[in-house]
């Protein structure tokens, strides 16, 4: 016989797959609307960016590029268009060049995804020393409930200013790394570095967070009287901070797909994110459009592996909430509020209001 929760226990298990689904369609949708939302006649961009003289801007040679590109459509009729040819991996050709979007992104994509593991990989690198100084302070009987400094330094400077300042100590101070670009081994550093700090120092904050109201759970001293081995015991409450933690690392990894942007611009690496910065600033549309899709598709697999592996790590204790003893006052994130990959759109459209 169902018992009467059993709906929304069934209705909390899809829900975070609802808003993933919600928020691509409302995300792809405003994507393919970019040249109506912004407010800019596409004819007088590609006209602009091709002939490069304000003169040539004729009601003639308008009428040619509208007619050329079918521009004079419906804006509905031209985003159905859109996206049936995005659906088969046609994402239209740059109004700037005339070049395949989809190949110009297939060109930059791989160099971001490396460099976004490289990031990943010094991530994790630098956490599990700070996990490691934790466990060495809790076997000492020494792990204060205090937070480093160092950590709240970290989380608190963007990625951008974490790069000036490596290129100026590393570079030009000391003449170690090249400042730009990306030709050799020495140039992957200072941008893994760039990115890497800031999701370090956030993601050691959280596992340090975790880790010491696991510790601070009865079983702790239960274990601790049966005289179970002090490793076996940490073993145990990483494994158990870890998989409450697992959202919180899906953000943070889509969080270096965000910060890549700017990283790859200021050190001239050739990424998606330079190549979506300069579609911006170049009023460059279609490449943009794909860009965008192709940078909210990678949050949205993350996200959604992300919630996989916890619910596959956790299984039944995720819902029946009987994995976090009822003293302690830490719950697991919920991943019905999550944030919603408009803030990808945002900060581009304003880019290219302001550039008009």
């Not at 961009?45 to 004079?72: C, F, K, N, Y």
């Not at 050709?93 to 490289?118: A, H, K, N, P």
């Not at 570095?193 to 010491?212: K, Y």
């Not at 965000?258 to 001239?268: D, H, P, T």
């Amino acid at each position: 016989m169902m018992s009467a929760g059993a709906p929304r226990l069934s209705l909390n298990a899809i829900a975070p797959w609802l808003s993933r689904l919600a928020s691509l369609i409302v995300v792809v949708i405003l994507v393919g609307l970019m040249p109506d939302i912004a407010g800019i006649d596409p004819s007088q961009s590609i006209l602009r960016a091709r002939a490069g003289q304000q003169h040539m801007l004729t009601p003639e040679a308008l009428a040619a590029v509208r007619e050329d590109l079918q521009l004079d459509r419906s804006a509905t009729e031209r985003l159905i268009d859109w996206l049936g040819d995005a659906l088969q991996g046609d994402l239209g050709v740059s109004w700037i060049d005339g070049t395949s979007v989809s190949e110009g992104i297939q060109q930059t994509l791989s160099t971001s995804l490396f460099l976004m593991s490289l990031a990943l990989g010094l991530t994790f690198f630098l956490c599990g020393l700070g996990l490691l100084h934790t466990l060495y302070r809790w076997k000492a009987n020494k792990l204060a409930q205090t937070h480093n400094s160092l950590s709240t330094v970290l989380i608190s400077l963007p990625e951008y200013v974490i790069a000036s300042v490596l290129i100026l100590v590393f570079s030009i101070w000391l003449g170690l790394f090249p400042p730009y670009g990306w030709q050799s081994w020495q140039d992957i550093w200072l941008p893994s570095l760039a990115l890497a700090l800031p999701a370090s120092g956030l993601f050691s904050r959280l596992l340090r967070d975790s880790l010491q109201r696991v510790l601070n759970e009865p079983w702790v001293i239960t274990w601790l009287s049966a005289n179970v081995s002090p490793n076996q015991i940490l073993k145990f409450a990483v494994k158990r901070a870890i998989s409450s933690l697992i959202p919180q690392i899906s953000m943070i990894m889509i969080g270096l797909t965000g910060g890549a942007v700017a990283v790859e611009q200021i050190f001239s690496i050739p990424g998606i994110g330079r190549l979506i910065l300069g579609a911006a600033k170049a009023q460059d549309l279609p490449m943009l459009q794909g860009g965008l899709l192709v940078l909210l598709l990678i949050s949205i697999f993350i996200s959604s592996v992300g919630l996989l592996i916890q619910q596959w790590i956790l299984g039944h204790s995720l819902k029946s909430g009987k994995l976090i003893s009822s003293h302690t006052t830490f719950s697991f994130t919920s991943s019905k509020a999550n944030a919603s990959p408009l803030t990808l759109f945002l900060p581009f459209y304003f880019l290219l209001s302001f550039g008009r």
